[in-house]
Each structure stands twice: as C-alpha cells, then as structure tokens.
C-alpha cells in the first residue's frame, strides 16, 4: 500500500504534488525534503509567535487594567485590547494554512481568503477614523468587498 493514499484505495495524494517525496532526480528530491522541513520549521516558529502573543494580550489586558483610572477602559484602550486579540487569531489562522498545506493536497483557498478577511477586519476594527484619508477608507472598503466576493464564490457549491 502506497503511504500516500489512504488504505491502498483510489484516493487522492495526502502531500502536495508540488513537492512529491519521490522525483526521478536526486537534487530536487533533496530540495523538496528541505521546503518540506523548511515549513514545518514555519509552522513550530507560527506556534511561538501565537504563544508570545497570548502573553502579550496578557500584559495589554494588565497595563490597561492597572492605568488610572484602575479597571476602567477607554474607546481607545478596548480597541488596542481587540487588535492584540485579533493578531493572535490571525497568527492561529496562518497557523492553520500551514498545517493543512504540509497536511493535504488541497491549498485551502476559502481560508486563506478568510484570514486575510480577519487582518483587514482587524485593521477596520482598530482604525482611527479621524487619521485616515477618503481614499484610504475606499481602498479598505474595496479590499472587504473583494475578499467577502471571493470568500463567497469559492465557498459556493458547485452547480
């Protein structure tokens, strides 16, 4: 039974034909095993960085919580409370791509499209209106329209 279906049956791959384990040439072989270890190294490093972040949300949570006036939060302190949760979930969310890229043979368009929807649902909920221009607004406002069309239509059915 081939270790790359499931039970020997007609299945598709589990890696990425991208990167098969078997080449007929020696280097590239070499090479694939090295990206192959390359992003596992990525994805034990993403797992850190989500740990450094929750110490952070933490130490965010802390300090505002201990600033005069004590257990008291301003507008301004909720929302730096909530971008220091949102870049934890997006590093999660990366965490996740590239735990299923090393996983299976499908790249998981429709999350990859959500997570860039959770960073720039991050940056609107953390945008200081009265800093920005018109145009930057409208660009934000056409990046959350294209990636809400695109997460959309690539998790419609097929018809």
Known sequence: MDKHTNEG???????HDELPAEHEDPLIRRLHLIIRYAVKVLAVLMVMVIIWGVFDVIYVLYSKFIAPPMFLFE???IFVIFGAFMVVLIAVEIFINIRLYLGTNILPIRLV?????MAIARKVIILDISLITAMEMLGIAAIVLALGVTHWLVGKPNQ
């Open 75 to 77: 507008v301004q302190d």
């Open 9 to 15: 049956q007609n299945l598709p791959q589990l890696l």
């Open 113 to 117: 499209v959500a997570t860039a929807l």
